[in-house]
């Protein structure tokens, strides 16, 4: 189910492109300018793992809310709102009581989903150029 709502959601696929490319690069950051470099980096990865099932839960949510109607479509997507809030708070307290990764490196993770939205015109563009079209297959 996940991989068929990835493999014929384009958005979704550039969405998580581009939360695999900030996560690349503040990686390469930690590795170059941190010194407890596995603490760090299993924050951001851990991070940036919580924000890749938000982006498919988001995506998931968004094609079971365009199916209802106005007001149910409406408490649906604040259902699935809160349920990802619930999610990332459960991963920070998790990892604040356990201290097996940073926090702050885990926040870094968690906003590369914001990061990949970001820049996801310039992913688009990237892979339209390329490896063509502009279809959604």
């Known amino acids: 189910m996940i991989f068929d709502l ?3 959601n384009r958005t979704l696929r550039e969405l998580i492109a581009g939360i695999a490319l900030i996560a690349i690069i503040c990686e390469i950051l930690l590795l170059i300018f941190t010194k407890n470099r596995i603490y760090n980096s299993i924050g951001l990865i851990i991070g940036t793992l919580t924000s890749l099932i938000c982006a498919v839960h988001m995506a998931w949510g968004i094609e079971n809310a365009v ?32 201290d097996i990764g940073s926090p702050v490196t885990l ?26 079209g502009d279809n959604n297959k």
């Open 6 to 8: 990835i493999k014929k």
């Open 107 to 132: 926040i870094f993770g968690f906003l590369s989903l914001k990061f990949g939205a970001y820049i996801n015109p310039l992913i688009h563009t990237i892979i339209t150029k390329f490896f063509g």
């Open 67 to 98: 199916m209802l109607d106005e007001k149910s479509s409406i408490a649906i997507s604040r259902k699935y709102t809160i349920i990802r809030y619930l999610l990332m708070c459960a991963v920070l307290v998790a990892i604040g009581v356990t």
